[in-house]
C-alpha cells in the first residue's frame, strides 16, 4: 500500500519556467509544469499519475490526469479521474469533469463543474431491471 501511494506522489518531470512546449505531451507517472505548454498535456489512463500546474504554469488545450493539483492557468476542458485540487491562484477557462474535488478560496472556474461518478446511478440500474 505504502509503495503504490508514494509511487503516485513522485514527480518524474519537469517542465520549468522558461520553457514552452508546442504540440501535444503525453506523460506516465508523475509531471510539474512551470512553463507554457500549447497542446493537450494527457496522461496515461491505465496507470495512476499525478500533474502539477505550478503558479507560473500556463497550459493551452485539454487536461487530462488522474490527480490534477492546479495552481497555474488552464485554458481549455480539464478531466481528472481521481482528485482535482484548485489552489488559491488556479484560474480555469472550460468544462471541468471530477471524481472529487478540493477547491481552496481564491481559485477560479469559468466553466461548468460536472462530477464525474464511476459507477451507474441507482435509479438507472433500478430500471433496466424492471
Same mark, same amino acid.
Not at 490526469?65 to 484560474?91: F, M
Given at each position: 500500500?505504502?509503495?503504490r ?10 517542465? /520549468?519556467?522558461? %520553457?514552452r512546449?508546442?504540440?501535444? *505531451? @503525453?506523460?506516465? !507517472? !508523475?509531471?510539474?509544469?512551470d512553463?507554457?505548454?500549447? !497542446?493537450?498535456?494527457? $496522461?496515461?489512463p #491505465?496507470?495512476?499519475?499525478?500533474? %502539477?500546474i505550478s503558479?507560473? $504554469?500556463?497550459v493551452?488545450g ?5 490527480? *490534477?493539483? +492546479? &495552481?497555474?492557468? %488552464?485554458? !481549455?476542458?480539464?478531466? #481528472? ?12 477557462? /472550460?468544462? +471541468? @469533469?471530477?471524481?472529487?474535488l478540493?477547491? *481552496?478560496s481564491? $481559485? *477560479? ?5 460536472? @462530477?464525474?461518478e =464511476?459507477? =451507474?446511478?441507482?435509479l438507472?440500474?433500478?430500471?433496466? &431491471? $424492471?
Amino acid at each position: 500500500m505504502f509503495s503504490r501511494k508514494s509511487k503516485r506522489n513522485t514527480i518524474d518531470s519537469l517542465i /520549468g519556467t522558461g %520553457i514552452r512546449i508546442e504540440g501535444d *505531451l @503525453h506523460f506516465q !507517472g !508523475g509531471l510539474r509544469i512551470d512553463g507554457r505548454v500549447c !497542446g493537450n498535456v494527457i $496522461a496515461d489512463p #491505465s496507470q495512476p499519475s499525478m500533474l %502539477i500546474i505550478s503558479e507560473q $504554469a500556463v497550459v493551452e488545450g485539454e487536461v487530462r490526469a488522474a490527480h *490534477l493539483i +492546479v &495552481n497555474g492557468v %488552464i485554458q !481549455g476542458p480539464v478531466i #481528472s479521474t481521481e482528485l482535482l485540487e484548485l489552489q488559491p491562484k488556479a484560474r480555469i477557462a /472550460g468544462d +471541468v @469533469h471530477y471524481k472529487a474535488l478540493e477547491m *481552496l478560496s481564491g $481559485a *477560479l472556474v469559468s466553466g461548468t463543474l460536472t @462530477h464525474d461518478e =464511476e459507477e =451507474e446511478p441507482v435509479l438507472k440500474l433500478a430500471a433496466s &431491471n $424492471a
